[in-house]
């Protein structure tokens, strides 16, 4: 008689798992059935920062980039991508790894500040850095954007020069390191900085770096326009 108990209840306890996971499983269905589902992109692939989406890496179908998947709805990411060919042109700021949804968010244009500054620089252009100490960098007010004159000095064979190496060269960087107020009445903040980056030619930057170690220099702030 112990026995048909036990028998009994061992089936018990399996027809009521049985009806457990059978009423888990249409409740699950029901719920994706009803709930409302959007298509988005994901990485097929690990893509670095500093990497700049192209046509041709949408058309590469032997090693692609993005695939598109449908998620729930409140499974999506935000900001996220619908189609691959929104991310044209744009540039990672972060790290993109396999399998992860595409958050918009994490991309910016070539104008964008946290995008490196290789993308920014105009076609035949390189980027030079050179000394600018409170001596040589107009104490301290230049800012991105400006534009600055190259004013060299020479003395040699008891004979002084001064002449203007360079005009309108663009500041595309400041190195900041403090910034200080002026004891004037106006206090005055005055940032002070070890670099100043310009975009020139590569032979502007070979001419640079001759005025940085054989002469003597001072830098004029132009008015912007």
Same mark, same amino acid.
């Given at each position: ?160 020069? $001064? ?6 060269? /663009? #500041?595309?960087?400041? &190195? @900041?390191? !403090? +910034?200080? $107020? ?6 005055? /903040? #005055?940032?002070?900085? &070890? @670099?100043? !980056? +310009? ?16 002469? !003597? ?9």
């Amino acid at each position: 008689m112990k026995k048909v108990y036990l028998i009994a209840v061992l089936f018990a306890l399996i027809a009521g798992f049985a009806t457990y996971m059978f009423a888990k499983q249409i409740d699950e269905k029901t719920t994706y059935k009803d709930a409302d589902m959007v298509s988005v992109v994901v990485a097929v692939q690990d893509i670095p920062k500093n990497t700049k989406i192209t046509q041709e890496m949408l058309d590469d179908e032997e090693n692609p980039y993005f695939a598109t998947k449908s998620v729930v709805e409140a499974d999506a990411t935000p900001n996220y991508a619908k189609e691959a060919s929104e991310l044209v042109d744009n540039i990672t700021i972060d790290p993109i790894y396999a399998g992860e949804q595409i958050n918009k968010s994490r991309f910016e244009s070539a104008d964008g500040e946290d995008v490196a500054l290789s993308f920014k620089l105009a076609p035949g252009k390189v980027a030079y850095s050179f000394n600018a100490g409170s001596v040589t960098g107009v104490d301290g007010y230049i800012s991105e954007g400006d534009t600055v004159n190259v004013i060299v000095y020479d003395s040699e064979n008891g004979k002084t020069t $001064t002449k203007v190496a360079y005009k309108n060269l /663009k #500041i595309i960087r400041v &190195s @900041t390191n !403090t +910034v200080s $107020t002026s004891s004037s009445a106006s206090g005055t /903040k #005055i940032t002070e900085y &070890s @670099t100043l !980056t +310009v975009e020139v030619t590569e032979k502007q930057a070979l001419k640079l770096y001759e005025i940085e170690n054989d002469y !003597t220099y001072k830098l004029v702030l132009n008015p912007r326009k």
